[in-house]
């Protein structure tokens, strides 16, 4: 940035704090580095997008930084924390959320089942609890609304177009109320218009205060909804900054096009 330039958050007024953050990180499968010596800083109160072509690590990223799977070496922390090798639901109980690549809902439960079975999943209390309370019913409704799904609430998932199935992922996302949500390839097999819907609500979330780290291919979706976009290529950060900026580096477009 040039001098006497200011960045939309200090023209918001919000402050620029670290969020999600990487050092070093590093995750090899055999002789295949998925995640190659990565260092990068998603700063918090921002839609981040992570972008970069298929096999350029992301989803491994994303696995790494959940606890989903072990990184070889390397440093995971947020704000300000070390989460480095945190089980996944201690790395949810810090305020992390994700989605994922490929969908994962109950296709015989109920779309509400789902959404109150997401909640669940995350204590062992209540898992093993007796009737879903009153207030986690109505919690799993307020956010069956909000994703656009109350209508079908009683309908077993397998009844919902994919797109609504990604919705009622994310709906059982919410249900934790994370601070953070990392949602991988939320427009992969969605069709135009609930693309458009998970837009909105991305957007909305985000003014009431919540962070988002997207992983997405939609190239439209990601320059619309993004404040910062972090460009990986074979395991790494090769480009950041600005949608814009991104969009006409020609590291990028080496990256996606071999050119
Ligand atoms: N569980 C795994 N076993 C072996 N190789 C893997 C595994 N997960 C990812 N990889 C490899 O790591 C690389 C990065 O994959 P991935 O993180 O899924 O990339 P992206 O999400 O950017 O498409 C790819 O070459 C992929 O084949
Ligand atoms: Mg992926």
Known sequence: MSAGQLSAEAVAGRAVEPGLQAT??????????????????FHHG??????GPNGSGKTTFFNCATG???????????RGRDITRWAPHRVAAAGIGRSFQLCRVFP????????????????????????YDRELVDRARGWLARVGLDHVEALEARNLSYGQ????????VLMADPETILLD?????????LIGRIGTLVRELNAEGKTFLIVEHNMEMVMSLSDH????DRGRPI?????????ADPRVLEAYLGV
Not at 28 to 39: F, T
């Open 24 to 41: 070093g990180l590093t995750k090899s499968y055999g002789g295949v580095c998925a995640v190659n010596d990565a260092s990068v800083t």
């Open 68 to 78: 989903m799977i072990r990184p070889d070496s390397g440093q995971v922390t947020y």
């Open 108 to 131: 015989r439960m109920t779309v509400l089942e789902n959404v109150l079975v997401a909640a669940r999943a995350r204590s062992l209390r209540t898992l093993l609890g007796g009737a």
């Open 165 to 172: 199935q990604k919705l009622l992922e994310l709906a059982g």
């Open 46 to 51: 921002r839609v981040n997008a992570l972008i």
């Open 185 to 193: 390839e939320p427009a992969g097999g969605v069709n135009p218009a």
């Open 229 to 232: 976009v972090v460009v990986f």
């Open 239 to 247: 480009a950041e900054g600005p949608p814009w900026s991104v969009q």
